[in-house]
């Protein structure tokens, strides 16, 4: 497995654009379908975004979509999220996550329950 570990979150003004980085240990990263979660406050962890292993396929959750962009260099163990238009709405922390097993599909939009290493998370504030 792999561990994840998030940063890049900080303050930002609504309208503004951010980029989260997850570094993830292990050598095996390349083939796991990597996501991105977030839970703001008093609210249940929700799906953003995932990549399949091979960076060929992509999901979305309605909300982000066309706003956010999920990426990821297989050379650098690293998963991106590239974060534009922000809005007061997207303050949460988010999570990097990877899944359970090696070499998934990705035909659909992830559970919480398809990943199995979680990072410690990254708090984004957008400012209004």
């Known amino acids: 497995q792999v561990q994840p570990v998030e940063s890049g979150g900080r303050l930002v003004q609504a309208g503004g654009s951010l980029r989260l980085s997850c570094v993830a240990s292990g050598r095996a990263f390349s083939t796991y379908n990597m996501g991105w979660f977030r839970q703001a406050p008093g609210k249940e962890r929700e799906f953003v975004a995932a990549?399949?292993?091979?960076?060929?396929?992509?999901y979305y959750a309605d909300s982000v979509k066309g706003r956010f962009t999920i990426s990821r260099d297989n050379a650098k163990n690293t998963v991106y999220l590239q974060m534009n238009s922000l809005k007061p709405e997207d303050t949460a922390v988010y999570y990097c996550a990877a899944d359970r097993r090696q070499y998934s599909d990705l035909f659909r939009e992830p559970y919480e329950a398809d990943f199995g290493s979680w990072g410690q998370g990254t708090q984004v504030t957008v400012s209004s």
């Open positions: 990549i399949k292993w091979s960076g060929g396929s992509t």
